[in-house]
């Protein structure tokens, strides 16, 4: 009755639609996540399953729709961390230059709750929304890395020498 390996997970191919009598619909058709668009359409069912954005599902007969335009979803940003020269580790974690190891410990805490993977674990996301998280969580952590390295160096230097006498006139 109940098979143990098969999941019934749902995927969502965003698309723009045009049906026989002109009116277009955007939304998404709904799919097994063992399947593909192509598939699902071209399968021997009459009808497909669509969620236009903002309203209710509905089913659509295939033999209705004139055209279909998958809409691109967004990559996942470049989030690499030390790898190309605009990674700033303290525009990352929220701190300014001067922050202590306190302040920036609060910031990684903070940050970690909210974009560690494993808070998410039990809800279905999307692959790339979870790669878009794990992704920030090893940014986050590359950030509180080099913010704690600066902050050590910072501290072994100690404070900074200012000169205790200057003779006028010299400098």
């Not at 009808?47 to 990559?75: D, H, M, N």
């Not at 306190?102 to 996301?125: G, I, N, Q």
Request: charged share 30%.
């Amino acid at each position: 009755m109940f098979d143990r390996g098969k999941t019934d997970k749902i995927d969502a191919a965003s698309v723009e639609i045009t049906l026989q009598g002109g009116r277009e619909l955007k939304g998404r058709f709904k799919i097994s996540a063992d399947r593909n668009l192509t598939e699902v359409l071209n399968g021997p069912l009459a009808f497909v399953e669509f969620e236009p954005f903002g309203g209710t599902r509905i089913l659509i007969a295939k033999s209705a729709l004139q055209s279909i335009k998958p809409k691109e979803v967004p990559g996942l940003p470049n989030l690499s961390a030390g790898v190309n020269s605009n990674f700033d580790p303290y525009a990352v974690l929220r701190i300014d230059r001067e922050a202590d190891a306190e302040a920036a410990r609060r910031a990684y805490l903070d940050l970690s709750k909210t974009y560690h993977p494993d808070r998410f674990a039990t809800v279905s996301l999307p692959p790339e929304v979870m790669g878009y998280l794990a992704a920030m969580a090893r940014r986050i952590n590359a950030a509180y890395e080099e913010v704690q390295d600066a902050i050590k160096r910072r501290e072994e230097q100690g404070p900074r020498q200012e000169p205790v006498f200057t003779k006028s006139g010299r400098s």
